[in-house]
T-cell receptor
């Protein structure tokens, strides 16, 4: 079974600064996806970024980038030039390539951007 | 517009009163699932369905039932709700096409069982 751990329950950062959210996972699988989801106060689950485990290059999406360390089973999210709209709960999630398509989530990090 | 809809969005009920939360998707997705979200626990899978008439238990199936009679619908049934089922529930769907990775989430249903 897979587990996903987010060790930072809450974080805060000043607007325009850079912040990094941590995520570690445990799996015996070799092929899998890793995701970061954002959940704003509206409660909607929004996909921020994904990483395929077979890709060495770290994924980037505009101000969002990841640091994927497969051997260390680490998958951190960096948010650059943080904006007030980035205030949300962030979940790290794991999904096997083949299987029941289940997303295994971490417990989340509540991020607050301070004006 | 591609979407997953859930109804109701909010529900307050009493212990033992059967209820159904509906989920519908308009993307012709094969895969659908239900998750519950609880503080400090993240989201956990309740049940999933790989296609019509194919369902299976997730990590926390106790007290829930599902059915998949049509491809677009995947209702979640609580036959005798209890207070420990008070939670935020999400339905999700995903294409079964090889390489498809995006799961589309519904807006969530806030359930309170008194």
């Amino acid at each position: 079974a897979q587990t996903v751990t987010q060790s930072q329950p809450e974080m805060s950062v000043q607007e325009a600064e850079t912040v990094t959210l941590s995520c570690t996972y445990d799996t015996s699988e070799n092929n899998y996806y890793l995701f970061w989801y954002k959940q704003p106060p509206s409660r909607q689950m929004i996909l921020v970024i994904r990483q395929e485990a077979y890709k060495q290059q770290n994924a980037t999406e505009n101000r969002f980038s990841v640091n994927f360390q497969k051997a260390a089973k680490s998958f951190s999210l960096k948010i650059s030039d943080s904006q007030l709209g980035d205030t949300a709960m962030y979940f790290c999630a794991f999904m096997k390539f083949f299987g029941n398509e289940k997303l295994t989530f971490g417990t989340g990090t509540r991020l607050t951007i301070i004006p | 517009e591609a979407q997953v809809t859930q109804n109701p969005r909010y529900l307050i009920t009493v212990t033992g009163k059967k209820l159904t939360v509906t989920c519908s998707q308009n993307m012709n997705h094969e895969y659908m699932s239900w998750y519950r979200q609880d503080p400090g626990l993240g989201l956990r899978q309740i049940y999933y369905s790989m296609n019509v008439e194919v369902t299976d238990k997730g990590d926390v199936p106790e007290g829930y039932k599902v059915s998949r009679k049509e491809k677009r619908n995947f209702p979640l049934i609580l036959e005798s709700p209890s207070p420990n089922q008070t939670s935020l529930y999400f339905c999700a769907s995903k294409s079964g096409t090889s390489g498809a990775y995006t799961q589309y989430f519904g807006p969530g249903t806030r359930l309170t069982v008194l």
